[in-house]
């Protein structure tokens, strides 16, 4: 299967602070890629869907201005949480795919912990 | 968006088969059945989908009832590392979307 890599796959930073995080697609070109969001013990939550080239369309209660996207190419999404607080601590993980298409290959995941 | 019910976990010995059902009643003509698990602190992994005929792979086995409204997905040899939760989605071809339910927590006995 394709192979998708999230960089970095943990950080702790400090409340008020901005974190971006990468997601590539390595060995493919993903016209879509998303961003899920997962609290312990709980299943994923999609927050955002970003297709290259275009503004991503963000899910109901996910804050636009907090959680910048970015996708800049076919091989790379980027995750920007701007001033993050503690609540923001979660497991971020990314998946790409190709539009219509239902496979979708994940990242292992970025853990954040903002302290 | 049709939803999947699948029990929440299930307990399996190790080298013993497993089956993972998953009910989907208000399932479209076009809905695909997607499988996917996801190993403890990672992203999820793809295992397998289907329409309507059964589907084979190298991972598991997808059994797909006549009527589309519940399926199972078999693992022939259940091992240690199979041990994951395992979420059944339903995925139209109009949509991109991926949307996860609880999902089912196998637990792989030694």
């Known amino acids: 299967g394709a192979v998708v890599s999230q960089h970095p796959s943990w950080v702790i930073c400090k409340s008020g602070t901005s974190v971006k995080i990468e997601c590539r697609s390595l060995d493919f070109q993903a016209t879509t890629m998303f961003w899920y969001r997962q609290f312990p013990k709980q299943s994923l939550m999609l927050m955002a869907t970003?297709?290259?080239?275009?503004?991503?369309?963000?899910e109901q209660g996910v804050e636009k201005d907090k959680f910048l996207i970015n996708h800049a190419s076919l091989t790379l999404s980027t995750l920007t949480v701007t001033s993050a607080h503690p609540e923001d601590s979660s497991f971020y993980i990314c998946?790409?795919?190709?539009?219509?298409?239902?496979?979708?290959?994940f990242g292992p995941g970025t853990r954040l912990t903002v302290t | 968006d049709a939803k999947t019910t699948q029990p929440n976990s299930m307990e399996s010995n190790e080298e013993e088969p497993v089956h993972l059902p998953c009910n989907h009643s208000t399932i479209s003509g076009t809905d695909y059945i997607h499988w996917y698990r996801q190993l403890p602190s990672q992203g999820p992994e793809y295992v397998i989908h289907?329409?309507?005929s059964n589907v084979n792979n190298r991972m598991a086995s997808l059994a797909i009832a006549e009527d589309r409204k519940s399926s199972t997905l078999i693992l022939h040899r259940a091992t240690l590392r199979d041990a994951a939760v395992y979420y059944c989605?339903?995925?139209?071809?109009?949509?991109?979307?991926?949307?996860f339910g609880g999902g089912t927590r196998l637990m792989v006995k030694p």
């Open positions: 989605i339903l995925f139209g071809n109009a949509g991109n979307m991926l949307t």
């Open positions: 289907g329409l309507t």
């Open positions: 998946s790409a795919g190709t539009r219509g298409r239902g496979e979708q290959y």
């Open positions: 970003s297709n290259e080239g275009s503004k991503a369309t963000y």
